[in-house]
């Protein structure tokens, strides 16, 4: 069963549409994170979230907006997608209070093509 | 400039071959290093983590890693390789001056393992 969730698993949207990409988690964890993965150049932070009331841009958050609607759920928006958003959008989760642990834990990813 | 640098892009090898991939950061100070890899049509998962201690870590499915600080470096091995491997890895570092708050990926390195 999976801990952290990401719906939809796929879209398919056309330039200038809205699109709401949706993470859940069951971790309990406070963290959460949105990222962009493209050929070659790894995974890139679009946003973060350190709780409810806390959010931050990454280093690639133009074109993006997030929202945390409660602690296990944070969705990530593009207000008007654009071909280069094209990619695969990772969420992911890490909790604060584990000392010393900064892991990361990924969903399955939302592969997203803007036509 | 990519802070986090991993030289081969792309890796080819045959069963049994032994492994070593390549990651180098640019970042002075206290770092946590990890390495993650994806399977095809996979998230992302935690082969391994480096926090303190003793350098030379051991992650899963037989992988391990060095930190050498002196070369700012944290480079991935598997003695001997199976197909199963064929996947991408990415090395990632948490530094201590941002909190430990953000992950900063490489790359990757995509490893094609042949039977």
């Known amino acids: 069963d999976a801990d952290v969730t990401q719906t939809p698993r796929n879209r398919i949207t056309k330039t200038g549409k809205r699109i709401m990409l949706e993470c859940s988690q069951t971790k309990g964890h406070d963290r959460m994170y949105w990222y962009r993965q493209d050929p070659g150049l790894g995974l890139r932070l679009i946003y973060y979230?350190?709780?409810?009331?806390?959010?931050n841009k990454g280093e690639i958050s133009d074109g993006y907006s997030v929202s945390r609607q409660a602690q296990a759920k944070f969705s990530l928006s593009l207000e008007s997608a654009i071909p280069n958003q094209t990619a695969l959008y990772f969420c992911?989760?890490?909790?604060?209070?584990?000392?010393?642990?900064?892991?990361?834990?990924f969903g399955p990813g939302t592969r997203l093509t803007v036509t | 400039a990519q802070s986090v640098s991993q030289h081969n892009h792309h890796v080819i090898l045959s069963e049994a071959a032994s492994l070593e991939l390549g990651c180098n950061y640019s970042y002075g100070g206290t770092v946590n290093l990890f390495w993650y890899v994806q399977y095809p049509g996979q998230h992302l998962q935690l082969l391994l983590k480096?926090?303190?201690?003793?350098?030379l870590v051991k992650g899963i499915k037989g992988f391990e890693a060095e930190f050498i600080k002196s070369k700012f470096s944290f480079n991935l091995r598997k003695p001997s390789v199976q197909w199963s491997d064929t996947a991408e890895y990415f090395c990632a570092v948490m530094r201590e001056s941002t909190g430990f708050q953000k992950l900063v990926f490489g790359t990757g390195t995509r490893l094609l393992v042949s039977p």
């Open positions: 480096y926090f303190s201690g003793d350098p």
């Open positions: 992911a989760t890490s909790d604060s209070r584990v000392s010393g642990s900064y892991e990361q834990y």
């Open positions: 979230s350190f709780d409810v009331k806390d959010i």
